[in-house]
């Protein structure tokens, strides 16, 4: 069973610009969730996708959006970048939906720098 | 409003000493408690929930409705439990968002 893996490890991009980071969700695995760390904080909830459709968004601007696809590996856009938006973004993926305490599993993250 | 704290950023003790990891709360309605725990260049994983009532790895952890709190103890620290500690919520039943606290630095010196 193949855990969650994200790619880019790292990246650096510049004021203004749009990126694209993406997340294959875990074997068996149908919802992904977006989170965004800051340096010093924990986990902040951008949005859940579950069977590409977007289910729950937390407190982040429309500049930040996301996709999810057939084979449930899911991309978080992030246009106009600020300052501000620096952190380790991390992606969950959790099991079935409508199940009952379902955990969700983190993986590595990716490492975005804005200058 | 969601909200979990954990008053300490960090926590240093000496092996063998007992630990407690501070979580308190603020929600309105049942939620789900969980630990989450971050170990040196690893993924964030999960430690325990309030509802599986389990001992993972000698921690246990209690939640008090009274008190609004989740505190995360062990009896007798191990140098291996040096990690970054998350204490987190969500509403019961739900698969929705998690809520993180900022973490507690936990350091057991040999």
């Known amino acids: 069973e193949t855990g969650v893996t994200q790619s880019p490890t790292h990246l650096i991009k510049t004021r203004g610009q749009q990126v694209t980071l993406r997340c294959s969700s875990q074997?068996?695995?149908?919802?992904v969730s977006w989170y965004q760390q800051a340096l010093g904080q924990g986990p902040q909830f951008i949005f859940q996708?579950?069977?590409?459709?977007?289910?729950g968004r937390g407190n982040f601007p429309p500049r930040f959006s996301g996709l999810q696809f057939p084979n449930y590996s899911s991309e978080l856009n992030v246009n106009a970048l600020e300052l501000d938006d620096s952190a380790l973004y991390l992606c969950?993926?959790?099991?079935?939906?409508?199940?009952?305490?379902?955990?969700?599993?983190f993986g590595p993250g990716t490492r975005l720098t804005v200058l | 409003a969601q909200r979990v704290t954990q008053p300490e950023k960090l926590l240093s003790v000496f092996k063998g000493a007992p630990v407690e990891l501070k979580c308190n709360y603020s929600?309105?309605?049942?939620?789900?408690l969980f630990w989450y725990v971050q170990y040196s260049r690893q993924r964030l994983q999960l430690l325990l929930r309030?509802?599986s009532r389990e001992s993972i790895k000698g921690f246990t952890a209690d939640l008090n409705k009274g008190e609004t709190s989740f505190h995360l103890k062990k009896p007798f620290a191990q140098e291996e439990d040096s990690a970054m500690y998350y204490c987190?919520?969500?509403?019961?039943?739900?698969?929705?968002?998690?809520?993180f606290g900022k973490g507690t630095k936990l350091t057991v010196n040999p």
């Open positions: 309030h509802i």
């Open positions: 969950a993926s959790s099991p079935r939906l409508a199940i009952v305490h379902n955990e969700q599993f």
């Open positions: 987190a919520l969500r509403r019961q039943g739900g698969s929705e968002k998690l809520v």
């Open positions: 996708y579950y069977r590409e459709e977007e289910n």
């Open positions: 074997s068996g695995h149908n919802t």
């Open positions: 929600y309105s309605g049942s939620p789900e």
